[in-house]
Structure formats: C-alpha cells, structure tokens
C-alpha cells in the first residue's frame, strides 16, 4: 500500500522560508513524477509544483516560479518543496502526490493516484 506523508509545515513571518517533505512508502518510488498542490480556505485545489521521475525536470505554477523549488532524493524515497519569500497568498494545506504514468497533465490533481494528508503552512503578515 502506497503512503504518502508530508512534513514540514508550520507558521511563518511573510519573508520567510519552509522547507516541505513528503517521504513515499513505494518500493518503485522512481517509476513516479511527483507533484506538490495545496488548498487555501474556501479556494479549489491548485498545482503548486511537479518534478519528473529523475529529477531531471520540473515544472511550476506562475505564482510560484522564482521562489519554490521542488526537489527529490531517489535513494531516500522523498520529494522537497523548498519555499522562500513566502507571502500570506501562500497560506494553505500542502499536498504531495504520486503519478505513476507521467502524465503530461502534471497539473491536474486527478492525473496522481496517491495522495497524502497534507501539511498545514501559515504565513503571517
């Protein structure tokens, strides 16, 4: 059975910096691009980031792009979102998820199979 588990999450001054994990209980972990979304109060469902199966490419939403990173370390079967000058736009549940088919629709949620719980990350104005 496929976990997901994120961490990292807390309360942050607008500025500042988090960095987000996602450990994966797949024994295949390479065999899956994955993504980051998050779901702020009252707001759909968005794509925030996608990182392919190597690692060799990444993708990211406009409203990220310059200031997220993702990242993953194959070996240790987890997927990073590195998050710098966060504003409170960025205040949401933080979700991973792992796509088995590599979707060229990476920023469609129901294109991943396996989801986790989420981590909540506040950012303070």
């Known amino acids: 059975q496929v976990q997901l588990v994120e961490s990292g999450g807390g309360l942050v001054q607008a500025g500042g910096s988090l960095r987000l994990s996602c450990a994966a209980s797949?024994?295949?972990?390479?065999?899956?691009?994955m993504g980051w979304f998050r779901q702020a109060p009252g707001k759909e469902r968005e794509f925030v980031a996608r990182?392919?199966?190597?690692?060799?490419?990444?993708y990211y939403a406009d409203s990220v792009k310059g200031r997220f990173t993702i990242s993953r370390d194959n070996a240790k079967n987890t997927v990073f979102l590195q998050m710098n000058s966060l504003n409170p736009e960025d205040t949401a549940v933080y979700y991973c998820?792992?796509?088995?088919?590599?979707?060229?629709?990476?920023?469609?949620?129901?294109?991943?199979?396996?989801w986790g719980h989420g981590t909540q990350v506040t950012v303070s104005s």
């Open positions: 990182i392919s199966r190597s690692g060799g490419a990444t």
């Open positions: 998820a792992a796509d088995l088919h590599a979707s060229t629709r990476y920023a469609v949620g129901t294109e991943y199979e396996y």
């Open positions: 797949i024994l295949t972990f390479n065999s899956y691009g």
